[in-house]
C-alpha cells in the first residue's frame, strides 16, 4: 500500500515564476493538508481540504491556492514566488477530519533564487 | 491563542542514555495530541497519538504521557540509539486543524 507521494522531490525556481506541487493521499484518504516548513521550524498550515472542499487556510498570502481533484489528489501553487518561499512544502493525508490520523508525505524542497 | 511549546530546544545525549522531552500546550478544544520524529529534510512519521482519556502510549522504546489538567505531555525516549537523532515534533489537533511546536532537536552521539 502507497503512502502519501509528493512531487517533485527538490525544486529551484527564480524569484517572481510560479511553482506548483502535488500530492498524492493515501488510498480511502479524502482529506490533504498543506504545510509549509522553514529550515529550523516547526511546519505552518498553509490549506486543508476535504471532499475536495477548502475546510481550512493558514495565514499566507494570496500568492498561495491549492484545490483538491476528484481522486483526492491535489495541488499547491504559488504564484510570484519570492525569495522568503524557500521551505519544505508538506503534504498531510488523512481519512476525516484534521483530527483523525494524519500521514505526512516526504516534502517537496523548493529553493527560491 | 492556540500554542505548542517544546523543551528543550535542543538536547544532545550518549548512545544507550535515556532522555525526556517536553510539550506544553494551550489548545481548545483538545482533539487529541501527537508525537511525530521527523528526519533532516523528511517528513514527519507518527510516533504516538493519545486521546483526552489516556493517560501514556508506547511504541518500541517510545513512551508518550498526556495530563490533560495541566495540559502537558512528555515523550521518554529509553536506551537512545544513533538512529534517534532527529527532531521531535508535538502536535496538538482540534476540531478544525493541527497545531504544531517548533519540535526538539536531538543528537545521539556514540
Known amino acids: 500500500d502507497a503512502g502519501v507521494t509528493q512531487s517533485p522531490t527538490h525544486l529551484i525556481k527564480t524569484r517572481g515564476q510560479h511553482v506548483t506541487l502535488r500530492c498524492s493521499p493515501i488510498?480511502?484518504?479524502?482529506?490533504v493538508s498543506w504545510y509549509q516548513q522553514v529550515l529550523g521550524q516547526g511546519p505552518q498550515f498553509i490549506f486543508q481540504?476535504?471532499?475536495?472542499?477548502?475546510?481550512g487556510r493558514g495565514n499566507f498570502p494570496d500568492r498561495f491556492s491549492a484545490r483538491q481533484f476528484p481522486n483526492y489528489s491535489s495541488e499547491l501553487n504559488v504564484n510570484a514566488l519570492l525569495l522568503g518561499d524557500s521551505a519544505l512544502y508538506l503534504c498531510?493525508?488523512?481519512?476525516?477530519?484534521?483530527?483523525?490520523?494524519?500521514?505526512f508525505g516526504q516534502g517537496t524542497r523548493l529553493t527560491v533564487v | 491563542k492556540n500554542q505548542v511549546e517544546q523543551s528543550p530546544q535542543s538536547l544532545i545525549i550518549l548512545e544507550g542514555k535515556n532522555c525526556t522531552l517536553q510539550?506544553?500546550?494551550?489548545?481548545?478544544?483538545?482533539?487529541?495530541l501527537r508525537w511525530y520524529k521527523q528526519d533532516t529534510g523528511r517528513g514527519p512519521v507518527s510516533l504516538t497519538i493519545?486521546?483526552?482519556?489516556?493517560n501514556t502510549k508506547s511504541n518500541g522504546r517510545y513512551t508518550a504521557t498526556l495530563d490533560a489538567d495541566t495540559k502537558q505531555s512528555s515523550l521518554h525516549i529509553t536506551a537512545s540509539q544513533l538512529s534517534d537523532s532527529a527532531s521531535y515534533i508535538c502536535?496538538?489537533?482540534?476540531?478544525?486543524?493541527?497545531?504544531f511546536g517548533t519540535g526538539t532537536r536531538l543528537q545521539v552521539f556514540p
Open positions: 502536535v496538538v489537533a482540534n476540531t478544525d486543524k493541527l497545531i
Open positions: 493519545m486521546t483526552f482519556s489516556e
Open positions: 488510498s480511502g484518504h479524502k482529506s
Open positions: 510539550c506544553n500546550y494551550t489548545v481548545s478544544p483538545f482533539s487529541n
Open positions: 481540504y476535504y471532499e475536495k472542499e477548502e475546510r
Open positions: 498531510a493525508s488523512s481519512w476525516g477530519q484534521p483530527n483523525t490520523e494524519a500521514f
